[in-house]
């Protein structure tokens, strides 16, 4: 593997989408070319964002590809969802450059999945892939004189394998819906217990009692009008969390035109105006949730919306599992159990590595304990809580 070389590029139009995509796979839109694409096609990544696209191209001593990876050069630590500004602040005090660094990761989403996209091939260890990816990557970051690597919200075969590359791993929590074979949303609350059931019952009536018409459409479906109205929406809550907005109003069009049927936007509307939206994605076994907004107060409806109606679809459409994007213990009363997220880091600076890899392993076992603690808080009747 010594032999094999690491590229970076300044964009992925640099890289044929058919090579990209085999090796992503379809598990996982947030990783296909067409999502990454639209982000920088649409000025979301780029200098006015400090997301600068660096992405990774393994090739084999034949010069064949064998695996890329959606890289970022940052110079800030700003919608990442695993956050290091401790560290970046710490190193900065004393004397240290922490920016810029490079970060492993789909931009502005917190949707665990693969990093290291390995073109598929029976005779090749995908471990040892991993390894000598993050060997590279590691490498990449000496040369250009870097703080650090971050592999954010990856899979724990590849948290592993960049452990065992020298990287320190990090776990965190989010909440996650499962499908146990339901036939219908009547029979997922069956597998509650009886007042969590009526609690959600009520909501659902409250919200849907309020003059509102749902729509759930897909791909092309979704009109210009619709996206102009969610992009409202969307800049509502930026504006709502005191938060940036990342995405521009380009990039929501796109996705239709690009992901098709794998762009999921629901929309309540009110007397004819639309009043809120919550967009998902559409994975091969998932649905992702990601933004919502919306204009009023209604009763329930961000519930409603974004959580009730996903496993309405996750259901409908036989999918295993909704995830529901980062943060909210709330959701573990709506049937979202926590479920560990995983990163890696590789820290070039031995002082700040030891300190940062002293701070991981205190935090560990009280992520574990949060986990265990939020779990005794399952909605789910006892003999269904596995």
């Not at 600068?52 to 110079?75: E, F, I, Q, T």
């Not at 450059?97 to 693969?114: D, E, H, I, M």
């Not at 992009?231 to 969390?241: A, E, L, N, P, W």
């Not at 933004?291 to 959580?307: A, R």
Request: aromatic share 12%.
């Amino acid at each position: 593997m010594s032999e094999w070389s690491l590229s970076l590029h300044s964009a992925i139009a640099e890289i044929a989408p058919e090579i990209w995509d085999i090796c992503a796979g379809d598990d996982n839109p947030f990783v296909s070319h067409a999502f990454l694409s639209a982000l920088e096609d649409s000025g979301s990544v780029g200098p006015r964002t400090g997301w600068l696209p660096r992405h990774a191209v393994l090739r084999d001593p034949d010069a064949r590809v064998r695996a890329v990876a959606p890289l970022y050069g940052k110079s800030n630590s700003w919608g990442e969802y695993v956050f290091d500004h401790a560290w970046a602040n710490a190193f900065e005090q004393t004397g240290g450059r922490y920016y810029p660094k490079l970060q492993l990761c789909v931009p502005f989403s917190p949707v665990p999945g693969p990093r290291l996209l390995i073109r598929p091939d029976p005779d090749i260890d995908r471990a040892s892939v991993m390894a000598s990816f993050g060997s590279a990557l590691a490498q990449a970051c000496a040369e250009l004189g870097l703080s650090s690597v971050h592999a954010t919200f990856c899979t724990p075969e590849e948290r592993d394998a960049l452990t065992n590359a020298g990287w320190l791993p990090r776990q965190g929590l989010q909440y996650h819906w499962h499908n146990n074979n339901y036939r219908s949303f009547d029979d997922f609350l069956g597998a509650l217990a009886s007042r969590k059931r009526k609690s959600l019952r009520r909501e659902r009536r409250d919200a849907q009692n309020c003059g509102l018409v749902f729509h759930t459409k897909t791909g092309a479906s979704i009109t210009p009008d619709d996206w102009r109205a969610f992009y409202g929406f969307y800049q509502s809550t930026v504006d709502r969390k005191w938060g940036s907005a990342y995405l521009t109003e380009d990039f929501f069009p796109m996705l239709s035109e690009r992901l098709g049927n794998r762009v999921v936007l629901m929309l309540a509307e009110h007397e004819g105006v639309p009043v809120a939206g919550a967009l998902n994605f559409r994975g091969r076994d998932t649905l992702y949730g990601r933004n919502w907004g919306c204009t009023g107060e209604w009763p329930f409806l961000h519930f409603e919306l974004c959580y009730y109606r996903a496993i309405d679809f996750a259901i409908e459409h036989g999918l295993s599992r909704v995830e529901a994007g980062a943060q909210g213990d709330h959701k573990i009363q709506r049937g979202y159990v926590p479920a560990l997220t995983y990163s890696a880091h590789h820290i070039a600076h031995p002082g700040l590595r030891d300190a940062i890899e002293s701070f991981l392993d205190a935090e560990r076992p009280a992520i574990l304990e949060e986990a265990e603690a939020l779990a005794e808080l399952s909605p789910y009747r006892a003999e269904d809580s596995d």
